[in-house]
């Protein structure tokens, strides 16, 4: 059984441009919650995906969004870049989209807008 | 406003020490709570949870913390900290008894000293 992975482990990326990030859900998972963790914050909810469709969306602009796939992996994309997004992205996939379903994250991406 | 408080953002401790990691809530609602640690460069993994039932909860690495409803706290324990305890720790909270996207504290950096 393998573990929730994420692509890449780094990005370096400008003000304006546009990021796509991936994340593997752990098998047999059919939700994926995206965070973004802000050098020395917690990680704040960004949306879910529950079964290729929205299940939750956090207080972030439009132009944060996302798709999921029928494997169940997932996508997060990012554009008009601006500084305060750069941060780490963590992805967790878990059975169900409720908060009593576990959720295993992935090591994240390391995202750096210049 | 729903809220979670981490009330110590550093806790230095000397090996085999007892420790208690701090987390306060706010809410008028149900909750259910949770504790993530954070080892560097790698996901967040989950420590404990409370769902409801016993207010007392035992998690993995020797981890316990108390949900205390009138004070809305759910602090951590561990009565003898090794080295590798070294790392992040986060309090999150799903309120409404879970019908809401987990909510993070800021976290507290344990640090074991030798």
């Known amino acids: 059984e393998t573990g929730v992975t994420q692509s890449p482990t780094h990005l370096i990326k400008t003000r304006g441009q546009q990021v796509t990030l991936r994340c593997s859900s752990q098998?047999?998972?059919?939700?994926v919650s995206w965070y973004q963790q802000a050098l020395g914050q917690g990680p704040q909810f960004i949306f879910q995906y529950y079964r290729e469709e929205e299940n939750g969306r956090g207080n972030f602009p439009p132009r944060f969004s996302g798709l999921q796939f029928p494997n169940y992996s997932s996508e997060l994309n990012v554009n008009a870049l601006e500084l305060d997004d750069s941060a780490l992205y963590l992805c967790?996939?878990?059975?169900?989209?409720?908060?009593?379903?576990?959720?295993?994250f992935g090591p994240g991406t390391r995202l750096t807008v210049t | 406003a729903q809220s979670v408080t981490q009330l110590d953002s550093q806790v230095p401790v000397f090996e085999e020490a007892p420790v208690e990691l701090r987390c306060n809530y706010s809410s008028s609602v149900s909750v259910y709570l949770f504790w993530y640690v954070q080892y560097p460069n790698q996901g967040l993994q989950l420590l404990l949870k409370?769902?409801?039932?016993?207010?007392l909860v035992k998690g993995i690495n020797g981890f316990e913390a108390e949900f205390n409803k009138s004070q809305t706290s759910f602090h951590l324990r561990k009565p003898s900290v090794h080295i590798s305890d070294t790392a992040e720790y986060f309090c999150a909270v799903s309120f409404n008894s879970g019908n809401t996207p987990l909510v993070f504290g800021k976290g507290t950096r344990l640090s074991v000293i030798a």
């Open positions: 409370y769902l409801s039932g016993s207010t």
């Open positions: 967790a996939s878990s059975l169900g989209g409720q908060a009593t379903y576990e959720q295993y």
């Open positions: 098998s047999g998972h059919n939700t």
